[in-house]
């Protein structure tokens, strides 16, 4: 069995707790569900707007102390599909702070505790983000870069009491920002037979979605909200066998294509996409359409929202990875992603609700009868 390849920007999870986005300024309305970049404040909310005075804005309508937990997308995915004991390894990047036990890693320094998890990795250290240009070929093919003049970027999860939320991600200080210009570590591809690709830096992700569709591996996307733009989206819909993505997600990629809905997106390549997964996690729903014109629909599980939804997404992809590993149809693996996410509800940050194999197990019995695999 071959691995999965999963890719994206790492972080450390900053959680602020809100009263209400809508009593936010009418600048961020556009940007519920989405995520903001911080070298982008300014286009984005307008001129007068600038880091600080956003987090000023923040602290003013938070409810509760900020607390940090594990972050960054592709390594929530990782860990996931590593836990219910399936093949991943990671291509990210990391700060100085690499292994760090900040307050709220419940394992300590994120590093060590991937390691530890049986996430598959190589590292590299990069001691100047300025001078990629000249590091040798063994560094240039290592997935895990380590940049030692940099912090692993801080993403903000800012949520409501109403499960509204919307990110914030440092590409300025924070270390992934050099995934603008960081060459794809080919050697990873190597008895790789999935290449999962989410929020990273827009040039990352389409190069190691073309690498993979030269070698023949199959290409599994989540829109995500980060990286997105029109070109992007024209490479990424055709090359790409499964589309993950929410509503508003979905909804930006037929936009930048000038389409008219979800169908449409099947009309832009020759071959792939083979499906469109649309997730709803305040619900427990996955909608599949595929190619053919199929459409299936899985759930609804019933969430006890007792934690937060954030990653929620994360986990889903996780489940459907670690089932189409197993040899599972697409509807089968989306239950368990939906497991996945009801396990994520429950508890405050991400990792902390992955399943373990038996739990899944215990779930599965529970929601779905039977074993999952």
């Not at 707790?17 to 809508?22: Q, R, T, V």
């Not at 600038?50 to 000023?56: D, T």
């Not at 004991?85 to 505790?113: C, I, K, Q």
């Not at 590091?135 to 800012?158: A, H, P, Q, R």
Request: proline share 4%.
């Amino acid at each position: 069995m071959g691995h999965i390849l999963i890719v994206g920007s790492s972080g450390k999870d900053e959680h602020f707790k809100i009263d209400n986005f809508y009593k936010l300024p009418k600048e961020f309305r556009p940007f519920l569900k989405k995520t903001i970049p911080v070298s982008q404040i300014d286009k984005l909310l307008g001129s007068e707007w600038n880091k600080e005075k956003v987090y000023s804005v923040l602290k003013k309508h938070s409810v509760s102390p900020v607390h940090y937990s594990y972050g960054g997308r592709a390594p929530h995915v990782a860990y996931g599909v590593a836990r219910l004991e399936g093949n991943a390894r990671l291509v990210t990047t990391f700060g100085r702070d690499y292994d760090s036990p900040y307050p709220g890693f419940f394992d300590g320094g994120y590093y060590s505790h991937l390691a530890r998890s049986n996430v598959g990795m190589k590292l590299a250290i990069i001691e100047n983000s300025n001078e990629v240009e000249n590091l040798d070929s063994e560094t240039l093919n290592s997935g895990v870069w380590v940049v030692m003049d940099k912090t692993t970027s801080t993403i903000s999860c800012i949520k409501d009491e109403e499960n509204n939320e919307f990110f914030i991600i440092d590409d300025v200080d924070g270390a992934s920002g050099i995934e603008k210009t960081r060459p794809f570590p080919e050697a990873e591809f190597e008895n790789a037979d999935m290449l999962f690709v989410t929020s990273s830096e827009t040039p990352f992700m389409k190069n190691s979605i073309l690498e993979a569709r030269k070698r023949g591996i199959e290409v599994i996307v989540d829109v995500a909200s980060y990286g997105v733009t029109e070109d992007y989206a024209r490479v990424m819909v055709p090359n790409s066998k499964i589309i993950l993505g929410n509503s508003n997600e979905i909804r930006q990629l037929i936009d930048f294509l000038k389409l008219r809905d979800i169908n449409e997106l099947f009309t832009i390549g020759s071959e792939y996409p083979h499906a469109v997964i649309l997730e709803d996690k305040l619900n427990g729903l996955i909608e599949i359409h595929y190619r053919n014109g199929k459409y299936s629909k899985i759930g609804p599980v019933e969430f006890e929202k007792t934690g937060n939804a954030i990653g929620c997404c994360d986990g889903i992809a996780a489940g459907i990875l670690i089932g189409l590993q197993k040899g599972l149809s697409l509807e089968n693996a989306c239950k368990i992603g939906l497991l996945e996410a009801y396990s994520i509800w429950r508890v405050e940050g991400v990792q902390e609700g992955m399943l373990s194999l038996d739990e899944l197990k215990r779930l599965y019995l529970k929601f779905f009868k039977g074993t999952p695999f």
